[in-house]
Nanobody, 115 residues
């Protein structure tokens, strides 16, 4: 059974930082590309960042480039998202994903950026 569990969300001030983690189990983590997506209140799902199975390549949505960094530790079956220089528009529920839109999803973690 595939399980993805996000953690690390919370309240941050504008300009602050948060680090999200996603603990994966039930599949061969090091053979799957992984992604982070988010959904802001009243908006659709937005892909934020992705990373190849071996970490050799990454992609970012334009609004988070140079602020967010996706990484993974295949020895720990864990995906990360380091978020710096946070903005109020980054407020959303952040989801960990394996296998794209038809794949597997975590339950999400709330990130709120507000002063």
């Amino acid at each position: 059974q595939v399980v993805l569990v996000e953690s690390g969300g919370g309240l941050a001030q504008p300009g602050g930082s948060l680090r999200l983690s996603c603990a994966a189990s039930g599949f061969t983590f090091n053979t799957w590309a992984m992604s982070w997506a988010r959904q802001a209140p009243g908006k659709g799902l937005e892909w934020v960042a992705g990373i190849y199975s071996d970490g050799s390549g990454t992609f970012y949505e334009d609004s988070v480039k140079d602020r967010f960094t996706i990484s993974r530790d295949n020895a720990k079956n864990t995906l990360y998202l380091q978020m710096n220089s946070l903005k109020p528009e980054d407020t959303a529920v952040y989801y960990c994903n394996a296998g794209g839109s038809g794949g597997y999803w975590g339950q999400g973690t709330q990130v709120t950026v507000s002063s």
